[in-house]
């Protein structure tokens, strides 16, 4: 009730103050950007002004991501601050506390800019998930464009985040999350992510926050010996949390590793880690990879298929067939039901998804 009752009135803040005030490159970006995306992004550095700028080479204010964060002006501070990381490897583990709201953070493109660690639970004084994370942020408002996030543990690691995100309205565009375990921590609140790459094994897009992902690329990566892929393991606990995890418009796929053992390896679309989990699929392509019973429960001892809501509507390839799916799942819904997990009704994205910048779909299409 209390999550509910935040999501309400950061709403009706949003609205006050809107009233007050692994592929190749199509001309640098992705193959399966539009046109108009591809626009917005070159033209995205002569529109932008930043307040930092990160560069190895010297050639900015700062040599580190760390640096630059931590010369964030926390008194008085209400616009937008933005830090411009150039072309470049930066090892190094970063948080954005949560009194640091309203950051931009992009670099020149997720193939080149890219933030990297290899932490993994219960190695390096990590006891938490969240604190594998190679980068974490806590604060309101924080926004990413053409940067790559990255976990380098590897398949036989455990738990090993890449990004870890908690705070309310945050987005992602033209990002590269790479993992395996615990790729993506979608920890709580509102969160969008679109034309993006993220990539992992087990339960690798996983938490308990309200999520969008739109128009992304989702790799499935050659898991440990015996291992079997989940593509989403949602953390709902309660029967009237409005949380859950949705993909729409997005292509699952297997990375070149695992592609000749794809059909061998199983990889199944969601597993319910809490008693109401939710994970919705909305006009998705899926690859043959995915095992036709789609779904998969948490362990023997905690099954949690009473309540689970696994859905799916519009979705294509091999993968999408949903005669063979598991009796517990919800199976396929209707389109007055696929469309209540679209951005407005499902992040109140009008509200604050404009101000970012991104381009996003508001309804069923791409």
């Known amino acids: 009730m209390i999550r509910n009752l935040l999501v309400l009135l950061s709403t009706i803040f949003a609205v006050v103050n809107a009233f007050n005030n692994h592929n190749e490159n199509h001309g640098g970006y992705p193959t399966w950007f539009s046109k108009s995306n591809r626009m917005l992004l070159s033209n995205f550095n002569d529109v932008v002004q930043p307040n930092v700028t990160v560069a190895k080479d010297g050639s900015g204010q700062f040599k580190t991501v ?12 209400r616009d937008r601050f933005v830090i411009y990381v150039k072309a470049g490897i930066y090892n190094e583990y970063i948080t954005i506390a949560k009194n640091k709201n309203n950051i931009l953070l992009y670099g ?10 290899s932490k993994a639970l219960n190695k390096e004084g990590t006891d938490k998930t969240m604190d594998t994370a190679t980068f974490s942020t806590l604060a309101k408002d924080f926004t990413a464009k053409s940067i790559t996030f990255e976990n380098t543990a590897g398949h036989d690691a455990g738990p090993a985040a890449a990004l870890h995100v908690k705070g309310d309205r945050s987005a992602f565009f033209d990002c590269g999350i790479h993992g395996y375990q615990d790729t993506l921590y979608v920890h709580t609140l509102r969160q969008f992510y679109r034309d993006c790459e993220i990539s992992g094994t087990t339960d690798f897009i996983f938490g308990h926050s309200t999520t969008l992902i739109q128009n992304s690329k989702i790799i499935v990566r050659k898991p440990g010996p015996n291992h079997t892929n989940i593509v989403v393991a949602d953390g709902t606990a309660t029967m009237n949390a409005v949380t859950g995890i949705v993909l729409q418009n997005c292509s699952i796929m297997p990375d070149n590793e ?14 319910p880690w809490r008693p109401y989990s939710r994970a919705v699929f909305v006009n998705n392509f ?7 019973d789609g779904y998969t429960i948490w362990g023997p001892n905690a099954t949690h298929i009473e309540n689970c809501y696994f859905a799916e509507f519009g979705s294509t390839g091999p993968g999408a067939n949903s005669q063979a799916r598991v009796k517990w799942s919800k199976g396929l819904i209707s389109k007055e039901e696929a469309t209540k997990f679209t951005a407005q009704p499902w992040l109140q994205a009008n509200t604050w998804l404009p101000a970012t910048g991104i381009p996003f779909s508001s309804d069923l299409e791409a």
């Open 258 to 271: 695992l592609y000749p053992t794809r059909l061998t390896v199983k990889t199944y679309l969601a597993r």
């Open 108 to 117: 020149d493109g997720p193939t080149k800019t890219i933030i990297t660690g």
């Open 286 to 292: 899926m690859g043959d990879l995915i095992q036709p």
């Open 66 to 77: 760390t640096e630059a964060i931590n010369s964030y002006p926390v008194k008085n501070r």
